[in-house]
């Protein structure tokens, strides 16, 4: 079965630079989320997009930006990064109408150097 | 502050045996509980999840025990096997919102 896709899987910036984050949905899923997880953490959700609407916000720095295109497809953007935005950053995609099941995508590692 | 404590923080089973994790909150507006579970490196995978009128949802080997009024929710790994090493997370979600709330997260040991 198709997954959550994102790219890229690794990517490193140096402080203040901007970087770019992509996810794709698993086809058919309407609500794509983003997670941030620091080592050693838990996940922290950033925020949530549904039929291309912010959904849902959580301790996304205002640095952050985030939005959902019109293949569901959802990028988000980090700027002035600093050394601590390194952390694994998830996305994850459900079908909202059946059901809070969200599902994970393998997650892009951001290094700040 | 923590909205979903999680425990143990590590847990060493033998193989075969049973693997219980247990969460508590607080927050009388979550009604959706999931347990995901985490390789290195990797991202969480569902493993199995509940609302509140259950009391226990099993699937293969996975069971979760939900205790509405003392708000906790286990999971219970039956059978234990060396694969099933990870870090596993408890996780909540507020009524009519997206975001999960996840547990610290319990890295699970099954040695042969």
């Known amino acids: 079965a198709a997954g959550v896709i994102q790219s890229p899987r690794h990517l490193i910036k140096e402080k203040r630079e901007t970087a ?32 291309k609407m912010q959904s849902d916000k959580g301790s996304i ?22 050394l601590g935005d390194s952390a694994l950053y998830f996305c994850a995609s459900s079908y909202r109408s059946a059901g809070y099941e969200q599902y994970f995508g393998p997650g892009t ?5 | 502050q923590q909205q979903v404590k999680q425990s143990p923080q590590s847990l060493i089973v033998q193989k075969g045996g049973i693997s219980i994790i247990n969460c508590a909150y607080e927050n009388t507006a979550f009604d959706y509980f999931p347990w ?11 493993l199995i999840a509940i609302r509140p009128d259950v009391s226990e949802k099993k699937e293969g080997r996975f ?11 286990s ?28 547990g610290t997260g319990t890295r699970l040991q099954v040695f042969p």
């Not at chain 1, 640095?63 to 980090?78: G, K, P, T």
């Not at chain 2, 995901?36 to 569902?46: D, E, S």
């Not at chain 2, 999971?75 to 996840?102: E, R, V």
């Open chain 1, 20 to 51: 770019t984050l992509k996810c794709y949905p698993i086809p058919r899923h309407d609500t794509v989320y983003w997670y941030q997880q620091g080592p050693g953490q838990d996940p922290q959700f950033l925020i949530s997009f549904y039929e």
């Open chain 2, 36 to 46: 995901y579970q985490q390789f290195p490196g990797k991202g969480p995978a569902l």
């Open chain 1, 109 to 113: 590692r951001l290094t700040v150097t």
């Open chain 1, 61 to 82: 720095p205002d640095r952050f930006s985030a939005q959902q295109f019109s293949d569901y497809h959802s990028e988000l953007n980090m700027s002035s990064l600093e």
């Open chain 2, 75 to 102: 999971l219970h790994i039956m059978d234990s096997q060396p694969g099933d090493s990870a870090t596993y997370f408890c996780a909540a979600s507020p009524y009519n919102t997206d975001k999960l709330i996840f």
């Open chain 2, 63 to 73: 069971t979760i025990s939900f205790n509405k009024s003392a708000k906790q929710f």
